[in-house]
């Protein structure tokens, strides 16, 4: 099997470009099923995770940037063919929205090519996201499937990831001293994530597939990121349920085209209603949310920015 | 569900001590299943897969201390109920030998959850290696599995783990200043895989269920976090394929126990032989590799090794 773009498909990155501008939107909906937050008339039945899904993305689908379904709530459930219904569907009804499979793996060499088979060829998604622990040689097996987007965890939305992502790092020299990163501030050192960002921005990112992952919870990281790499697109994860503010996101993470944003939202949009109305209580939060990052990025660049004329 | 220790089971710490005492081996045998490779006898065989590790399984348990699957193989076939099997078939058939199951997962909360479900309830795994990216609060889900293990990525044997692994780090004080990690051999910084061993022999470890993940491909590294954390169990992979020397990794990582470490082979035990003896040519080189780790384990602790008396 040769890793090659998805056949007849534009890469990520220009399915997203293209994707912000027709619908003006940033919002990428997360797609976490949890069958205990089901509506009742879905419990048991054999294909409920597909379906509630399904029956999400279809009616947010106007008021989405992207699509982010949550590997780990298929795995569970041992429910791996209703994600491969789940993502046939979203080609099939969705094409112009870009899939992002939402993955974190992390391994080398052969293993690594086996999880990008998994995402790109058994589940066939648009892009997926990755841990930089293991190092660039970590990501290339990925990279190897051209035009596929590679989202890498930069500065998570949790409060642990500073354990690791905010220490100050140098750089080793061969004579056993210390030297500042290319990301440092100022001479001296950067924060791991801000090391991660240089990286992504710059040597990893060759083809132009790279994307990274940073929480709305942290508006300062999130800027610093914005400045680091001002053109990637970034995965912003933690509004809503977990307290990160929209407009101080925006602010922070806007491009200089005035998009450059997956702001991601699930439990929020996906558990709104537990009645048969669950889809379209979901489009009417993804609406408004959708609309309240718009009028944010409208704040930051006034009547430049291309969603300006909408609604 | 809620998360408790296997049912009727030790932990997995005593259950790898027990392994290492009653088979005098440090040796893990990865299964990491690729049907290009396998004997033409089992090619297109509906469970090919399954058989063939559990082929290696039986004839290799004799020389193993645990087994690792390597889920991303699995993941990349679809085929997850032939993991599901093998897990059963290791359960019922050797059910003194740990399972490593090779996720490398990462992430937090809630979806943390969801891959601690896949690991511990689906797969039923003794242990499963996790991503330190996160921070402390994205390893918690796992670590409230009572008595299961966690393998922690520290430094890894892949060329690029440097990357990140062996950035120098500081600690960021509340005054804006860098102060010297715990784990800093001097005043100043350690490598970061140094702090990530600190972290997990320390802070992290409250209910003693961790173990790292740490390269023979770098002898001086895994000497380093034996000084760490001295009674951790470390997973060394990296002899064999990737180059790693048996007898440098046994001098740097064994524990005052004389044990310590599950010294993992993989595709230089399981594609020996392509043909219908491939499970007794597992066998032997299992059974070889255990040999020479004894030998090594030996010429380190003389008699006083727990093994030295055996073959």
Known sequence: MTPTAAPGCEGFLAKLRNAWKQSGSMLCVGLDPDPRRFPLHLRGRTNAILEFCAGVADATAPFACAFKPQIACFASAGAEDQLTG???HLRAFHPQIPVVLDAKRGDIGSTAEHYAREAFER???????????MGGDSINPYLAYAGRGVIILCRTSNPGGADLQALPVGLATARGQVAPPEA?????????????AHLAATRWNAGGQIGLVVGATYPGELRRVREIAPDLPLLVPGIGAQGGDIEAAVGAGLDRRGFGMMINSSRAILYVSSGGDYACAAARVAEQTAE??????????????????RR
């Open 123 to 133: 589940y066939k998604a648009d892009a997926v996201t990755v841990s930089p622990y």
């Open 86 to 88: 789940l993502m046939e």
């Open 292 to 309: 309240a990052i718009r009028r944010a990025a409208r704040r930051q660049t006034g009547d430049a920015h291309p969603a300006g004329g």
């Open 184 to 196: 440092a501030p100022f001479a001296g050192h950067c924060a791991l994530y801000e090391h991660v």
